[in-house]
T-cell receptor, first 113, second 116 residues
Framework: GQQLNQSPQSMFIQEGEDVSMNCTSSSIFNTWLWYKQEPGEGPVLLIALYKAGELTSNGRLTAQFGITRKDSFLNISASIPSDVGIYFCAGQARSYNTDKLIFGTGTRLQVFP | GAGVSQSPRYKVAKRGQDVALRCDPISGHVSLFWYQQALGQGPEFLTYFQNEAQLDKSGLPSDRFFAERPEGSVSTLKIQRTQQEDSAVYLC??????????????FGPGTRLTVL
């Protein structure tokens, strides 16, 4: 099935560092979402973006909806150990009969104290 | 409960057995989705319900997969004659509205299916 290109695939950083990850698509999306998933759990919504060019923050997280509507970026500032997990982007291209999400391949984040 | 719940959390089946996975969405949520997540991958869409109507089943991998939501609340995903390639985590998500904006999907914890 279709999955979006997400990079980097994994990151190993020191506590306090900033993190950047991005997601690209060959298709245009109306909505971009960023989720975090921890082992044994479902994805948890972090940020939702609805307009091209939109920049939205949620605490130490900031995400942007690309102007072309084919990409999105997530930044985490001053990382802490509880940021560990897998981050997924997801795009939604609403059509008349579905609101399905297309997910990225994931970025695995490891934070060392 | 406040969130999406799924049961069972873990299921082990012998190849060829039928399985049924249950999803209880957030109360009042109109839309319900099923996704399949293989190990090390992102979730992949299976099927979508708006109330009791199954509007999109384009992601179901074969006719062995069947989903229903007869009263527009609880949903069941059934897999007949399970195969080893069906081993995955099956995630359910619900959202409060259908279409429009601000219809974010909220996920349950998933059911991990292992087919031996």
């Amino acid at each position: 099935g279709q999955q979006l290109n997400q990079s980097p695939q994994s990151m190993f950083i020191q506590e306090g560092e900033d993190v950047s990850m991005n997601c690209t698509s060959s298709s245009i999306f109306n909505t971009w979402l960023w989720y975090k998933q921890e082992p044994g759990e479902g994805p948890v919504l972090l940020i939702a973006l609805y307009k091209a060019g939109e920049l939205t923050s949620n605490g130490r997280l900031t995400a942007q909806f690309g102007i072309t509507r084919k990409d999105s970026f997530l930044n985490i500032s001053a990382s802490i150990p509880s940021d560990v997990g897998i981050y997924f982007c997801a795009g939604q291209a609403r059509s008349y009969n579905t609101d399905k999400l297309i997910f990225g391949t994931g970025t695995r984040l490891q934070v060392f104290p | 409960g406040a969130g999406v719940s799924q049961s069972p959390r873990y299921k082990v089946a012998k190849r060829g057995q039928d399985v049924a996975l249950r999803c209880d969405p957030i109360s009042g949520h109109v839309s319900l989705f099923w996704y399949q997540q293989a190990l090390g991958q992102g979730p992949e869409f299976l099927t979508y319900f708006q109330n009791e109507a199954q509007l999109d089943k384009s992601g179901l991998p074969s006719d062995r997969f069947f989903a229903e939501r007869p009263e527009g609340s609880v949903s069941t995903l059934k897999i007949q004659r399970t195969q080893q390639e069906d081993s995955a985590v099956y995630l359910c998500a619900s959202s409060p509205v259908a279409g429009g904006t601000h219809n974010e999907q909220f996920f349950g914890p998933g059911t991990r299916l292992t087919v031996l």
